[in-house]
């Protein structure tokens, strides 16, 4: 495990807010330039340590011009030393040109993350994102251009068809793929329009057989399940996502980000006027409870699960009942069951409350 930190940047804008997204961005079609001086003032605060992945989230990243990604790059080098395992952006499809991948690769980026959500154009519609009609083309180009290339879904969408998505998955071949379960939030877009009966909800019962399909499709194609929406070819796991599930210190910048200093929680505003100001950040101290909380309940979403202690295993021996078909318990190592990935949420709580967390 790394004892670097990750270093997380976000940019909230994206040309059109999703109907399923209930994260905070504004809408634009460029990121403007007093925003990346706001970063750099932070970086400026908050620099000094070493960070040895760097990952540019959003929003939207690759709205990022060239020459602002230059810009960044260049920051994050003189704030944030030490040598880089990992530098991801994410990329929406639409953004994907071999100037773009050319100026990424320049800039020393040596991931990409591509947020296609669905190949189908169906799928798509339904979620409220935009038609990309030559989104196998430009995922070609992506992969030829970077040597780990990732790609973020999305299931759990009324008459879907997983194995359709896997199908072009197979002519992609990216490295990691995060499939995750659509959570329909109150006061988006979607949620609305399925209150006025204009657009259905899957059942639990269809999402856990996406669910299971998809996993069987993923591993036939060489792929491991390492944590309950990832999955990787060996190798290809994402340093600094694992930083986030073995709860390590990681320094989050940007309006909206969080970061954990190792005793510490930070939150910055999810309001741009605010961030910019300078105001509105908040720190919270995280008492030993709290703390353990967090790893056990992070921890527990990676297929290699937690290390217990020994009190813990001792407690948890005694007290699993009705969960242990659910669980594996071996020495003081913890994890789900495969097939109870599914019912993850429950099963966590379940022994949150048995360790008295
Ligand atoms: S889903 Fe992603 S691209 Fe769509 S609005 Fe939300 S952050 Fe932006």
Known sequence: MSLENGLY???PFCRRKCDYCAFYSEES?????????ALI?????????????LYVGGGTPSLLSCSQIMRLMAATERFFPGTRREVTMEVNPEDISPQKLSCLKEAGFNRLSVGVQSFSEKKRRYLGRRSVSDMEE??????????????????????EDVREEGEVLGRIDPDHISWYDLKVEEGTPLQKRIDRGEAAEAGNDEEAESYAKLVAELETRGYRRYEISNFARPGYESLHNL????FTPYIGLGA???????REMTRNPDDLALYMSGEGSARQ????????NIEVMMGLRLEEGITLTEAETGILEHSLGELRSFLKLEGR???????????SNTLILGVLERLGL
């Open 138 to 159: 430009r995922l070609l180009l992506a992969r030829e251009a970077f040597d780990n290339l990732s790609v973020d879904l999305i299931f759990g969408i009324p008459g």
């Open 243 to 246: 930083k986030y599930w073995h």
């Open 285 to 292: 101290r995280l008492g030993t409870k709290e703390k353990r």
């Open 9 to 11: 940047i976000h940019i």
């Open 41 to 53: 003032r932070e970086m400026e605060e908050k620099g000094g340590d070493a960070a040895d992945t």
């Open 256 to 262: 909206g980000a969080s970061g954990y200093t190792g």
């Open 29 to 37: 079609s460029s990121v403007p330039d007093s925003y990346l001086d």
């Open 333 to 343: 190592q913890l994890s789900l069951v495969p097939d109870a990935f599914f019912i």
